[in-house]
């Protein structure tokens, strides 16, 4: 048994107490013990002067108790404990707070060293809740001065026994730590190896060391998520058996009766889907564009291929109202070629919906389109050869377990409007191939952007009104859908009315949200497309894919509460037709990063540079949409800050996994071990 995997419980320091409060904090295994990092380090290599520490800072210092212990007690009824001490340079207090275990401790004449947080009134010193350490408990081979690692705690454990439990579990488990890396990686990256790492990443030696143990920590959890990905894809491309639509017929009668002309880029992307299909692997491909790039059409073109060869396709969109637009246009363009096309929706009635399915099951339809419920429930398709799927809904390993295991392979796309540097769509996507349309259709105006305070706001109005008097129409968005107590900003119904009444009486305005039942939002999307509506109140909801081109204003309301992305995506609303559109940014925030953040969208119009931009401003974990993209959680690793070294490890999974696809040289044994270990759960449901 790999020793590693034992219970806490065989550390020494750890009895069944210890071991409960552990194991809520997730730690079950001294494995989990060893890969629980520090949350930070306490730099305590330079004892400080105590005449030299500078208030609200932290210091190590090195004092004689002078006095006895005095306790005073706050108007709040907390005991405070203030033990006088002293080195050569000046003179101060250690301070306690209910902790009457000092008084017994702190002895006239010990000396001690204590670490913490400084404030200094005009002639005094405090340190308040120092850690400390006793000159009397120091082992004659042991320094006090030290990086010292700091935990995330629990009730039950302290810092200092956190720590000790830590290094016995170091200690005892050594001999375990296998190195997994093999040499030449190791070499290339000149990465430290595994056991000095986690040595050195609870207890650095140096800052040198823990630089160093934290860039082979770092890489370990990127490099093994790439390889494990690829490995995943790289089973669905050699499992071969997929469909291979060779059927000569093509589908150049549909490319014909297009009113215009393919991009490079939507031909170049067209290409490999069309390589993918006629293969028999199995597709698992993603294609990347921004918002009006021609991504639906791409997805239609496939779907006629698979018809055309006998296959059924289905195309599934994250919402009714965008699967709505799916199905005209795919009556538009595929129906005049025979396609039978059905739309499965929650608006047919319980009889309706029993025909679409009995015809999708016998074969009747070539293409459903619908929400994501189109694959999971009652569904069941006579021969279906291709799926089609929006981002929101990735179609993840899982998913595509379930097909497999339903006996259908059908080759799988997904299209993504979110542009994501590559290589974090690497991460997000490993398991797939990716294609990227990189240039919209010709002719496109740029979105003219601005960026706007409240009191331009009558204004901004203004001009809505001019926009809508020449017959064009307009959005308005809002963060929130009602008025609430927490978050200050416009709410969607609160703006409604008061444009409805106040504002634009005289003009037909609706309101939209996701709130409203499904057939309400139909209702009022529809009559936003053919012209009825001319102002559009919204929340988020019109987010993704919505086509009505006579739209040209675009106004969002407290836009610094959304990412530049996310502003992006909706900006990409307006421009969709011939005219010149607009998107104006009202800012309620008078943060000057967050003015600057906003403005950048008047210079920056493509999507991959808006993404950069995001990332680059708001960092980590605020990039838009990131937990839709079922982003795995890192230890220690963020795909933000690291990116070098996530290039690195890319290309050593790549390069691994071209030279060794199995991993089954004697050399890759201990890392394909590790891969098992930490993915063993997915590749056993894929049966790898
Ligand atoms: P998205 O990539 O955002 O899904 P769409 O597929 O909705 O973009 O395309 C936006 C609009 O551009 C649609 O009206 C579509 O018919 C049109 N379109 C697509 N490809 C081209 C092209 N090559 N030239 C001109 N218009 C195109
Ligand atoms: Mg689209």
């Known amino acids: 048994m790999n020793q590693l995997k034992k219970s806490v419980q065989y550390v ?8 409960m409060i552990l194991e809520k904090m997730g730690i079950i295994t001294v494995e989990d013990l060893l890969y629980s990092f520090p949350r930070e380090y306490e730099d305590r290599r330079r004892i400080q002067d105590l005449s030299q520490v500078k208030d609200g800072e932290k210091a190590f210092v090195k004092v004689i108790v002078y006095g006895k212990v005095q306790q005073n007690i ?5 005991k405070i404990f203030r033990v006088p001490i002293r080195d050569r340079s000046a003179k101060g207090y250690a301070l306690f707070y209910n902790t009457p275990f000092v008084k017994n401790i702190f002895r006239i004449g010990s000396e001690v060293y204590l670490y913490g947080q400084i404030s200094r009134a005009i002639d005094q010193i405090y340190i308040n809740h120092p850690t400390y350490i006793f000159q009397k408990d120091i082992k004659e ?23 000790r439990i830590q290094e016995n ?5 050594e001999d375990c730590l296998q190195e997994f890396l093999p040499e030449d990686i190791l070499e290339r990256n000149r990465l430290c190896r595994l056991p000095y790492a986690l040595s050195n990443i609870h207890f650095p030696k140096t800052l040198q060391a823990l630089k160093e143990a934290r860039y082979r920590l770092i890489f370990d959890e990127l490099f093994l998520l790439q390889l494990g990905l690829l490995l995943i894809k790289n089973y669905y491309e050699r499992k071969g058996k997929g469909i291979a639509f060779n059927v000569p017929a093509s589908v150049s009668p549909l490319i014909e009766s297009l009113p215009f002309q393919l991009t490079d880029a939507q031909k170049k992307v067209l290409q490999e ?30 779907l006629y291929k698979a018809v055309l060869n006998g296959y059924q396709g289905a195309l599934m969109a ?53 929400t994501h419920a189109l694959i999971q429930d009652a569904v069941s398709f006579k021969k279906l050869g291709l799926v089609v799927t929006d981002e929101q809904h990735r179609f993840g390993v899982r998913q595509r377990n379930l097909l497999t295991e339903k006996g259908l392979r059908p080759d799988v796309l997904v299209m993504t409007a979110t542009p994501i540097p590559r290589t974090l769509a690497l991460i997000l996507y490993g398991d797939l191939d990716i294609s990227i349309i990189d240039t919209l259709p010709p002719g496109r105006k740029k979105i003219k952007t601005r960026c706007i305070s409240e009191k331009q706001r009558q204004q901004a109005y203004q001009f809505v009104r001019q926009q809508i008097q020449k017959g064009r129409q307009a959005y308005v968005i809002a963060p929130l859908i009602e008025n609430s107590e927490v978050i200050n900003a416009h709410s969607a119904i609160e703006l409604y009315h008061e444009l409805k009444e106040k504002i634009f009486p005289d003009i037909r305005i609706a309101l939209l ?9 139909e209702f009022v999307m529809r009559q936003f497309q053919s012209g009825e509506v001319q102002l559009l109140v ?14 040209t204003v675009m106004l969002i309301e407290n836009s610094e509460r959304f990412g530049l992305a996310q502003l992006h995506q909706l900006r990409g609303r307006v421009g969709r037709g011939s005219k010149q559109s607009y998107c104006i940014l009202v800012n309620n925030s008078n943060d000057p990063l967050t003015i600057q953040r906003l403005k950048t969208l008047e210079q920056v119009h493509d999507g991959f540079a808006v993404a950069e931009k995001d990332l680059e401003l708001r960092g980590p974990g605020e990039f838009f949409g990131l937990r839709q993209h079922g982003l795995p959680e890192f230890k220690i690793a963020n795909l933000f800050k690291h990116v070098k070294i996530l290039k690195q490890a890319q290309k050593e999974a790549f390069y691994l996994i071209q030279e060794d696809r199995n991993l089954s040289l004697d050399k890759n044994i201990p890392l394909k071990n590790k891969i098992m270990d930490q993915f063993g759960d997915l590749f056993d449901q894929i049966g790898l």
Do not use: C
Request: proline fraction near 4%.
């Open 169 to 173: 579990a170091l200690q005892q488990f």
């Open 141 to 163: 081979s042991e320094t006090p001065a030290k990086i010292m690692p700091v935990y995330q705690l629990a009730d039950g454990i302290s810092q200092k026994e956190r720590a």
């Open 538 to 551: 919204s929340t988020t909801v019109v987010e993704v894919g919505v086509h009505v081109p006579n739209a």
């Open 318 to 370: 994250p919402t009714e109202i965008l699967a709505q637009q799916h199905f005209h246009s795919a009556r538009q363009w595929l129906a005049p070629l025979g396609v039978r096309i059905a739309l499965l929706s929650g608006s047919l009635s319980k009889k309706e919906k029993e025909k679409v399915l009995h015809e999708i099951q016998n074969g009747e339809i070539d293409l459903a389109i619908g």
């Open 74 to 78: 706050t108007k709040k009824g907390q």
């Open 12 to 19: 020494k320091n750890v009895g069944p107490k210890r071991k």
């Open 273 to 302: 889907i069309q390589n993918d299909m006629e293969s028999n692997k199995v597709m698992n491909r993603l294609v990347q564009g921004d918002v009006g790039s021609g991504k639906t059409i791409i997805a239609l073109i496939a």
């Open 513 to 521: 949200h996701g709130k409203m039942k499904w057939d309400e939002k």
